[in-house]
């Protein structure tokens, strides 16, 4: 037996009908949320931004004789870049590497922190989130606030020790 409602349709017609379209608009939210989730997600890969520091070995010498400490005086070839692949500086075309202590506030943390325990010759690539580098000021014009950075690095010399292994070749970075 069914009760009828005004409009000549069976009661359990009428309620199953509107937990359908509940059921299926809870569904529909749930759905929402994940593609956005998702495309969020996505949209942060594809544009390279990182929020803790990445290290890449991309090439380690055979031995490693001279390794970088704290408190060490380091020679380092760079080049900078945004996410995006531009270039804001590079050593390497300027033919002089650059020359800090290690670990004593001279540079961005993520130099500090993505430098230490590297070998004389070794290559790295670091990935630093901006709260390692410049912050949400950025160092204007060149680097925008917010930015994530990318360095292709490599150690030249240790307190005035290098490897002795002549030029420097940019494929490997």
Not at 144 to 157: H, K, M, N, S, V
Request: aromatic share 6%.
């Amino acid at each position: 037996m069914y009760i009828t409602l005004s409009q000549n349709k069976p009661f359990h017609f009428t309620l199953m009908k509107k937990m359908a379209n509940l059921s299926v608009s809870s569904s529909m939210k749930g759905i929402s949320i994940l593609i956005l989730l998702i495309a969020a997600t996505l949209v942060s890969a594809k544009s390279g931004d990182v929020t803790e520091l990445q290290i890449g070995v991309k090439h380690k010498p055979a031995s490693c004789a001279v390794q970088a400490h704290k408190g060490d005086k380091i020679k380092v070839h760079y080049r900078g870049k945004l996410t995006d692949g531009t270039v804001f500086d590079s050593s390497f075309e300027r033919g002089t590497p650059f020359e800090f202590e290690l670990g004593s506030g001279q540079v961005i943390k993520g130099w500090d922190q993505g430098l230490l325990g590297m070998c004389v010759g070794e290559k790295r690539k670091l990935k630093i989130p901006a709260k390692m580098g410049y912050g949400d000021r950025g160092s204007p014009p060149k680097i925008p606030g917010g930015a994530t950075l990318i360095f292709d690095t490599e150690l030249i010399a240790v307190n005035g020790k290098g490897s002795g292994e002549g030029n420097i070749d940019n494929s490997e970075l």
